[in-house]
């Protein structure tokens, strides 16, 4: 009996360390002003709901993909005939653009008034959208995922933990703005396959999944840092998914952003306030947030290739990213449990909706900025914008941050100028400067 036992407890840690593991990563962060409740249940645990949502989209993509390499083996495209025939075309071939109907797209629209007055005014007013937009909606991201609603002096309250149907609202808001602008201005002849959309739906829904998963587990200033370190996956998947090659600068560049990311990791404070510990949990969402967002941005310049839009860009990801959670949501069963959320709570609801429209109009502003004064004055301005970013939410929610974080913020910030710096000299001497990564659908 008692060699039994011996081998019992040699061989369940073998067979069970996964489960003990993921059974503790919510409960590796305790302390801190927010700490993270502890799951009512193993299905309440990230990796799981991850994982069943992720079953939920491949309910949809192994279809589809199905579906698209049946009609190119029947070369439907030839034999095809009847009312879907125009519906599948489009879906699965998509369209040559005949010369007559593109459009143009210029990087930069040269303005009707070039005096200096207009054009200061037009960029502080580019400016100042883009940064009320995004730190609006950063500071809301934090509250809706971090705070609870309904709290009273009898009741904690309750805290909102379905980050898909968060994902969702933003994404049928976008998709609406998106499609009234193409209504309403002219773009080119549409001419990609639709279901090409689906792969960069698909990394740009699970990366927003995972960054408002991470705040439940790291503080806002972290994920702001680990968005700005996105430049070494970036570049990774530049080379596996584009061939792309890089200069040195850029790897020196992307040293520095690691070192300096580092130094604010490992400088957390033994200040009893401190912000909600970096647990492993939330390390491992925001790595996932950045392989599946360089993945997207570098899938996304790849379609750029049909001469399409930013907008037609914005509304193709856009439309498969709200079939895809819609569908995940009524599998599981949640969509109407986030509904009756928002009605339980209507200061959610209003943060929820205000989160979406800045979301949108964001975008807009983008858009708007980088054909009026290019890529590297929209860079510049995000660039400051995530150091806003950091600043507001330490002074709103209490987050504290060292002399070395401090430090590791600086070193960080600096490189990402380094790179702005880098790239216009190249392109004032006419070298070929790498590509911006492309702005769609970011948040």
Same mark, same amino acid.
């Given at each position: 009996?008692?060699?039994?036992?011996? &081998?019992?407890?040699?061989?369940?840690?073998?067979?069970?360390?996964?489960?003990?593991?993921? +059974?503790?990563?919510?409960?590796?962060?305790?302390?801190?002003?927010?700490?993270?409740?502890?799951?009512?249940?193993?299905?309440?645990?990230?990796?799981?709901?991850?994982?069943?949502? =992720?079953? /939920?989209?491949? #309910?949809?993509?192994?279809?589809?993909?199905?579906?698209?390499?049946?009609?190119?083996?029947?070369?439907?495209?030839?034999?095809?005939? /009847?009312?879907?025939? !125009?519906?599948?075309?489009?879906? @699965?071939?998509?369209?040559?653009?005949?010369?007559?109907?593109?459009?143009?797209?210029?990087?930069?629209?040269?303005?009707?008034?070039?005096?200096?007055?207009?054009?200061?005014?037009?960029?502080?007013?580019?400016?100042?959208?883009?940064?009320? #937009?995004?730190?609006?909606?950063? @500071?809301?991201?934090?509250?809706?995922?971090?705070?609870?609603?309904? +709290?009273?002096?009898?009741?904690?309250?309750?805290?909102?933990?379905? #980050?898909?149907?968060?994902?969702?609202?933003?994404?049928?808001? *976008?998709?609406?703005?998106?499609?009234?602008? $193409?209504?309403?201005?002219?773009?080119?002849?549409?001419?990609?396959?639709?279901?090409?959309?689906?792969?960069?739906?698909?990394?740009? @829904?699970?990366?927003?999944?995972?960054?408002?998963?991470?705040?439940?587990?790291?503080?806002?200033?972290?994920?702001?840092?680990?968005? =700005?370190?996105?430049? &070494?996956?970036?570049?990774?998947?530049?080379?596996?998914?584009?061939?792309?090659?890089?200069?040195?600068?850029?790897?020196?560049?992307?040293?520095?952003?690691? &070192?300096?990311?580092?130094?604010?990791?490992?400088?957390?404070?033994?200040? !009893?306030?401190? #912000?909600?510990?970096?647990?492993?949990?939330?390390?491992?969402?925001?790595?996932?947030?950045? *392989?599946?967002?360089?993945?997207?941005?570098?899938?996304?310049?790849?379609?750029? +290739?049909?001469?399409?839009?930013?907008?037609?860009?914005?509304?193709?990801?856009?439309?498969?990213? $709200?079939?895809?959670? @819609?569908?995940?949501?009524?599998?599981?069963? =949640?969509?109407?449990?986030?509904?009756?959320?928002?009605?339980?709570?209507?200061?959610?609801?209003?943060?929820?909706?205000?989160?979406?429209?800045?979301?949108? $109009?964001?975008?807009?502003?983008?858009?708007?900025? &980088?054909?009026?004064?290019? +890529?590297?004055?929209?860079?510049?301005?995000?660039?400051?914008?995530? =150091?806003?970013?950091?600043?507001?939410?330490?002074?709103?929610?209490?987050?504290?941050?060292?002399?070395?974080?401090?430090?590791?913020?600086?070193?960080?910030?600096?490189?990402?100028?380094?790179?702005?710096?880098?790239?216009?000299?190249?392109?004032?001497? /006419?070298?070929?400067?790498?590509?911006?990564?492309?702005?769609?659908?970011?948040?």
């Amino acid at each position: 009996m008692r060699n039994c036992t011996l &081998i019992l407890n040699v061989r369940c840690p073998r067979r069970w360390w996964a489960v003990v593991v993921l +059974a503790a990563l919510p409960s590796l962060g305790a302390g801190g002003e927010t700490p993270e409740v502890p799951p009512e249940s193993w299905s309440q645990l990230w990796f799981f709901r991850f994982l069943v949502n =992720a079953a /939920g989209y491949a #309910s949809f993509m192994v279809p589809g993909y199905l579906m698209v390499q049946y009609f190119r083996r029947k070369n439907y495209l030839e034999t095809g005939r /009847g009312l879907c025939f !125009p519906l599948v075309k489009t879906c @699965v071939f998509g369209n040559e653009p005949k010369s007559s109907d593109e459009v143009p797209l210029a990087s930069r629209t040269e303005p009707a008034e070039t005096t200096p007055t207009w054009q200061a005014l037009k960029l502080l007013f580019c400016a100042a959208g883009l940064q009320v #937009s995004y730190l609006t909606w950063g @500071v809301l991201q934090e509250r809706v995922m971090t705070r609870s609603y309904g +709290a009273t002096a009898t009741s904690p309250g309750e805290r909102f933990t379905d #980050s898909q149907f968060l994902v969702l609202m933003n994404r049928v808001l *976008a998709l609406i703005v998106a499609g009234l602008y $193409c209504i309403l201005c002219k773009q080119p002849r549409h001419g990609a396959p639709m279901y090409r959309y689906s792969f960069a739906s698909l990394s740009n @829904v699970l990366s927003s999944w995972c960054q408002y998963e991470a705040l439940k587990f790291v503080s806002f200033p972290t994920q702001v840092l680990a968005k =700005a370190s996105k430049v &070494i996956p970036v570049m990774l998947m530049g080379k596996l998914v584009s061939r792309r090659s890089y200069e040195h600068w850029e790897y020196l560049t992307a040293g520095l952003i690691s &070192i300096g990311v580092s130094m604010f990791l490992l400088s957390s404070g033994p200040e !009893p306030r401190s #912000s909600p510990a970096t647990t492993l949990s939330g390390l491992i969402l925001l790595a996932g947030y950045i *392989a599946f967002d360089s993945f997207t941005s570098n899938w996304q310049d790849a379609l750029f +290739a049909y001469k399409m839009s930013s907008v037609q860009m914005m509304f193709g990801v856009n439309l498969f990213s $709200c079939l895809f959670t @819609v569908g995940s949501l009524l599998e599981q069963g =949640a969509l109407l449990e986030g509904t009756r959320f928002m009605g339980r709570h209507s200061e959610f609801a209003a943060h929820a909706l205000l989160l979406s429209v800045c979301s949108a $109009c964001g975008q807009l502003f983008i858009f708007y900025t &980088i054909g009026q004064f290019g +890529a590297a004055i929209f860079t510049i301005i995000m660039t400051l914008r995530q =150091a806003f970013a950091i600043l507001l939410s330490c002074l709103l929610y209490g987050h504290t941050v060292t002399v070395v974080g401090g430090l590791g913020v600086a070193v960080v910030f600096a490189a990402l100028l380094l790179r702005i710096y880098a790239r216009g000299r190249l392109k004032q001497r /006419g070298k070929k400067a790498v590509p911006v990564e492309s702005p769609v659908q970011k948040v």
